[in-house]
């Protein structure tokens, strides 16, 4: 085999050198952050490329090229929030603009779209795009968007973003995935026919649960450039030191997935085997109603998973309290673990019935899976799931358990 030089280097090559050796002034390895708001004019009438942070800055723009990078786009924004990446996109939009979203997207965006709806700023309809009579049905009334967030929170429903694009795109209508859950690593929408990538970079393209972020990666430079003149425009551009923070945290990004992954699957392999796990929801299981869509479409089932304990919310209780390895919080993406109890958290604000018929029980947990020694991991579900087990009554249990 000759060892000609690769003509584009490996993903996890580009994603480490990122921005490395860009400092002609002192030759540091690592780019410096540029905090600085305003940059000097080189004489009357002759800018620099920079000129006043909130529209560019070197460091941002150093985030924005490894990100773009990543997802193979002609450029992306670089936002402060997941929310704002959110918000730049859907004020491109005319007036009275059409919108299709998913029916159990990112709460965060509901709130958004559904507040936009009432105020008549947008037309918006929740469909349950994995329902595709439903989803047609939707589109005969016309898209300016068609929002996908796959896989999704927190059941882990996978839908076909080829399939969903192409019938986004015949009703001509842009369409964007939010990718936060897989990351630019696992799944590449763009080359599945997306038009534009929205990331929360406060998951796993940081990594380090220390920094809220944004993005949106577009497939063509028209759309970037109008979505970065918005960005301006509303004013939601990403800091600067949250920027160079979360390149720092792109340098590890495959390495941390690698991790991630082996985690996952260790973990599902065990909860699978449980009578104290009523249900497992997770891509990777032949089961999972996403199973095919997702082998497909992703090089990874995920690092995201929720199960639900026979036992109910005395199972719940008695196994949340003195779990050491697992943070109860929301979020995702850290290196660290956390578990979450959607009822009475991500989900409280909802109504039981609402609840209950997007399949969210009171006994559901879901889990971010962390990168921390797995044998610790594991000890310690187990030694929650036998707390579950004493706590919850045994009919009960064997009744559901089977
Ligand atoms: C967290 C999250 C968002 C919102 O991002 P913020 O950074 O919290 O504003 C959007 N979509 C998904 C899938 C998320 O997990």
Request: proline residues 5%; hydrophobic residues 45%.
């Amino acid at each position: 085999m000759s060892i000609a030089t690769p003509k584009k280097k490996a993903a996890a090559t580009r994603s480490v050198r990122a921005g490395l050796e860009s400092d002609a002034q002192h030759g540091s390895v690592v780019p410096p952050i540029y905090l600085s708001t305003n940059f000097a004019f080189e004489k009357y009438g002759k800018p620099r490329k920079y000129d006043y942070t909130r529209s560019g800055n070197p460091t941002r723009d150093q985030l924005a090229g490894a990100l773009a990078d990543l997802e193979d786009g002609a450029g992306a924004v670089v936002t402060c929030t997941g929310l704002s990446a959110i918000t730049v996109i859907l004020a491109t939009l005319p007036g009275g603009a059409r919108v299709i979203a998913p029916h159990d997207c990112y709460g965060g965006t509901y709130r958004l779209l559904a507040a936009l709806h009432a105020q008549g700023k947008l037309v918006v309809d929740f469909v349950d795009q994995g329902d595709a009579a439903a989803l047609h049905k939707s589109l005969e009334a016309g898209a300016a968007l068609v929002w996908i967030e796959t896989p999704s929170n927190p059941l882990l429903r996978v839908v076909d973003i080829r399939a969903i694009a192409d019938a986004g795109h015949a009703v001509k209508g842009l369409v964007v995935v939010d990718n936060t859950f897989l990351s630019p690593i696992w799944q590449q929408p763009l080359a599945l026919g997306a038009d534009m990538v929205m990331h929360s970079t406060t998951k796993y393209l940081n990594g380090h649960s220390d920094v809220v972020g944004g993005a949106v990666v577009s497939a063509s430079k028209e759309l970037h450039d109008n979505l970065a003149w918005w960005a301006n425009a509303i004013g939601v551009t990403g800091a600067p030191f949250d920027s160079f923070m979360t390149l720092r945290g792109v340098r590890t990004l495959h390495a941390r997935m690698r991790v991630h992954a082996e985690n996952t699957a260790l973990i599902v392999d065990f909860l699978s085997k449980q009578p104290a796990v009523a249900r497992i929801h997770y891509p990777g299981l032949p089961d999972h109603p996403g199973h095919d869509i997702a082998r497909r479409q992703q090089q990874s089932f995920g690092a995201m998973l929720s199960f639900e304990l026979a036992g109910g919310e005395p199972a719940v209780e008695a196994f949340l309290a003195g779990l050491e390895c697992f943070t109860l919080a929301e979020s995702l993406g850290g290196v660290e673990s956390l578990i979450s109890h959607p009822t009475s958290m991500t989900h409280a604000g909802m109504e039981e019935a609402a609840r209950l018929r997007a399949g969210i029980g009171v006994g559901l947990l879901r889990v971010s899976v962390g990168i921390e020694d797995p044998a610790d991991l594991l000890a310690d579900l187990a030694a929650g799931l036998e707390r579950a087990a004493r706590a919850a009554p045994a009919p009960h249990l064997r009744r559901h358990a089977s």
